[in-house]
């Protein structure tokens, strides 16, 4: 009977990347066809499917890319999240298991640049900490407020949908805050800047995030991610106000304070009182309609969406900004 001989090690990759995912097959399988065509030596880097919702269909995909690599290409892992879900919690298990020294982060939604490795892996030199790149939302369709809004991701300071980060840097970190569900890239972006982790910016390491299809109101309902806002603020108080927003959103609260007055002056039965709070009400209802569509399109479909949603905008962010102030026991407005 002869020994049992030792399989040989595999090469530790000089980057892991970090690849969430939850239940969007078709976007994934856009993303990993991008990451196979990467100019960076296939066995140079490895790519972790992290699953925040695992089903077949994804671990089949997963499957049929790793059998189209072969040995030339990356290491392709799959990884089912079965414990704490969210976007903090599934990089988390991510980057723990990565084997790489350097992580790179992106999402499922993303098209990484041929280049986008070998530029953001040559960012990196003894000094640098982590490297930020460029993310791309190009511009498809009509201009509307929601995709004006979404492609102002374009000039953010930092991005994880492209971010690379020393694994040593992550470990003294901890890692992204799972308490956060929405937010989180603001509050690791602002760890960073506390520990005063150095951070190089490579703009020819680019990610394409095309903007994606929404449904109709889509501005009125992604509010509720201002409920992390007071987490944000009671965490990082000064860089909120300094990166986030300046001063308190006085502008929601005032509309919102006309429109009580106009019901109570209603419910009182005084047609001074309810006219005064109604005529405020539309005079600011009417302005951040003009702001929102100003340089956008003016088709009918969408501009009576800005209309019902600018009357719906100012009471639901005062609602998720009060539930978020409760929740998180912050003075936040």
Known sequence: MQPAQNMPEQPVPAVSVVLPTCGRVDLLDRCLDALMRQTLDGRRFEVIVMDDNPGHN???LVAVWRASAGERGPDLRYMPNTASHGPAAVRNLGWRNARAPIVAFTEDDT????SWLKHGMDAFTDNVDVVSGRVDTPRTGALTDYRREARTFEHAEFATANCF???????????FDERFHAGWPDDFHFRLLKI?????RAEHALVVQPVRPVAWGASVWQLKSLAFDALLYKTHP???????RATPAWEHYATVAALAIGLFGVGAGSTAIASTGATVWVVMTALLCRKRLRGASRSLSHVAEVIVTSALIPPTAVFWRLAGAIRFRVRFA
């Open 58 to 60: 994804t671990r089949q």
């Open 111 to 114: 098209v990484p640049s041929p």
């Open 165 to 175: 980060c020393r694994k040593s840097v992550l470990e003294k970190m901890g890692g």
């Open 196 to 200: 005063r982790a150095a951070i190089a």
């Open 238 to 244: 000064q860089l909120y106000r300094q990166k986030i």
